[in-house]
């Protein structure tokens, strides 16, 4: 796996433009790979510009919303009024809209499907009846390429004149390209793309037919990142009709054994390799399918895995095992497992799934959805997520919280979801308070707190003295809040423009 900053190509304009890469004025001379039979300006009657506006909801105050701001991406049209772009694109998108290369036609669009784990969006016309694709010509899906094969990547200029710049693929890996943690196979290509045609993402052709998808471009060293053709093949085929399953997974955390003294203790022979299962993830395929915590899995479905994970893919070469159980796989589909258990060999068979983020603890991603939260007296609770997690920075979330995600079997018979105070306003009701954050709720007058609807419906039960009491796991640290001046402080802070003091699944 690599695991390096690319910055995405929306960002390409305020770079200094690469020797050559001039804006003329007239269309881009044709590559090699676009003379054999396929013209460079034929592309334009292939791709759309895609219009996004996105406003994402506060992390911090999650009764209001960030502020709204504007993508602008380079779409290929892979079906019948059917247009391919990132998840990245539609992400907690408000307005999404088609433009013509050339600028002069428009129509609202509609996600027909995404997948925000393999950062993939199927787009449509609003308007079925709409006549925007006239004379439009869905792109073909490409062969698969490998590694020294040359990509396109497709461009169009602000004055509608296309751009293609080449570039052979370095290298394939199983990389994340979107959401720490989900990774896909992906192209890396060598190539000096132009900053006068910015976009968000870009095709990436081979023959004239749809390769990838450009996600990421770093300009120091000319690299960009392309999500492989076997991903975009399986989401169109599997997006188009409506009914999108999705990538499945294995629901496992791993752990390499390259350690000899781990090996050792392992009972695993000094020269051979395999991957030590550190989690099995509750509810998963590894789990319905006998896989225990501990095993050790030497191969999938007959391919070798080496102690760091990899193994040889007829096609690509060396890869990492999540190629397998993800991108190469289908949900419902089987995989075999040869483990080692305890000294013994085994043969594990597991059926993939996709697993079902609404109900995980801590949710890989909330977009187009409402955080839920509540707000009593001036104390702020909310429901624990990965994003929230990720905007304390790298590994600096507080340990308490990082231990849900580090240690998650020691939650999920208390509940659904972890409940947290994130902050504390000064008001009446807080005065001493104001310090407290980042504490995981237990109890509410008495309450076990499994979810958010658990903690609003405890605090409609004040003991006979009107007193709410909250435990947290700190310690069993436990704090006092009075009804009646909380129920003042919430009816002012109503007045004052908070726009609702609690917002849960079932009261969205």
Excluded: C
Aim: proline share 6%; net charge negative; no cysteine.
């Amino acid at each position: 796996m690599r695991y390096h900053l690319l910055l995405p190509l929306l960002f390409l304009a305020s770079f200094e433009k690469e020797a050559g890469a001039a804006n003329t004025g007239e269309p881009a001379a044709v590559t090699e790979p676009a003379k054999k039979g396929w013209d460079v300006n034929e592309g334009l009657r292939s791709v759309v510009r895609i219009n996004s506006t996105r406003q994402a909801w506060s992390l911090g105050q999650p009764w209001e919303k960030e502020n709204p701001e504007s993508r602008r991406s380079l779409g290929a049209i892979a079906g019948p009024g059917q247009v391919l772009t990132t998840a990245e694109m539609v992400a907690d998108s408000t307005y999404l809209e088609f433009e013509s290369p050339d600028g002069k036609h428009l129509a609202p669009a509609k996600v027909i499907a995404v997948d925000y784990e393999a950062n993939l969006a199927l787009l449509g016309p609003q308007d079925p009846a709409d006549k925007f694709f006239e004379g439009t010509k869905p792109l073909e899906l490409a062969e698969r390429p490998g590694p020294g094969d040359t990509l396109d990547i497709f461009q169009v200029e602000e004055n509608g004149n296309p751009l293609m710049t080449s570039g052979p693929i370095q290298t394939v890996d199983v990389i994340s390209s979107f959401l720490p943690g989900q990774y896909f196979l992906t192209y890396e290509i060598k190539a000096s793309l132009q900053s006068a045609a910015s976009s968000f993402t870009l095709p990436a052709l081979r023959g004239g037919k749809l390769a990838g998808l450009l996600t990421s471009y770093d300009s120091k060293d000319q690299l960009s990142d392309v999500i492989a053709t076997d991903i975009i093949s399986r989401f169109i085929k599997e997006a188009s009709d409506g009914t999108y399953n999705g990538f499945p997974s294995l629901g496992i955390s791993i752990a390499r054994t390259e350690d000899a003294s781990f090996r050792a203790w392992l009972k695993l022979p000094e020269d051979g390799g395999g991957l030590y299962v550190a989690n099995v993830r509750k509810g998963g395929s590894a789990e319905k399918a006998g896989l225990q915590k501990g095993d050790v899995i030497l191969a999938m479905d007959g391919h070798e895995l080496d102690r760091l994970g990899y193994y040889i893919d007829e096609h690509y070469g060396r890869l990492f095992w999540g190629h397998l159980a993800r991108g190469a796989r289908s949900s419902g589909d089987s995989i075999k497992l040869s483990i080692v258990r305890a000294g013994q060999p085994l043969e594990v068979t597991a059926t993939l799934e996709r697993r079902d983020e609404s109900k995980e603890l801590l949710p890989s991603y909330t977009y187009g959805k409402a955080p839920s939260y509540l707000v009593k007296g001036g104390l702020i609770f909310q429901e624990l997520t990965r994003p929230i997690l990720n905007s304390f920075g790298e590994d600096r979330a507080p340990l308490r919280l990082l231990d849900v995600s580090e240690n998650p079997e020691k939650y999920e018979a208390r509940g659904s979801r972890v409940i947290f105070l994130s902050g504390v306003l000064p008001t009446p009701a807080t005065v001493g308070y104001e310090p407290l954050r980042n504490l995981i709720v237990k109890k509410v007058n008495g309450v076990a707190i499994k979810d958010m609807a658990t903690l609003v419906e405890a605090f409609k039960k004040p003991d006979e003295k009107g007193l709410h009491s909250i435990e947290f796991d700190e310690e069993n640290f436990s704090v006092y809040l009075d009804e009646k001046v909380a129920t003042t402080v919430d009816e002012q802070l109503l007045q004052r423009g908070l726009t609702r003091l609690s917002l849960t699944p079932a009261n969205p």
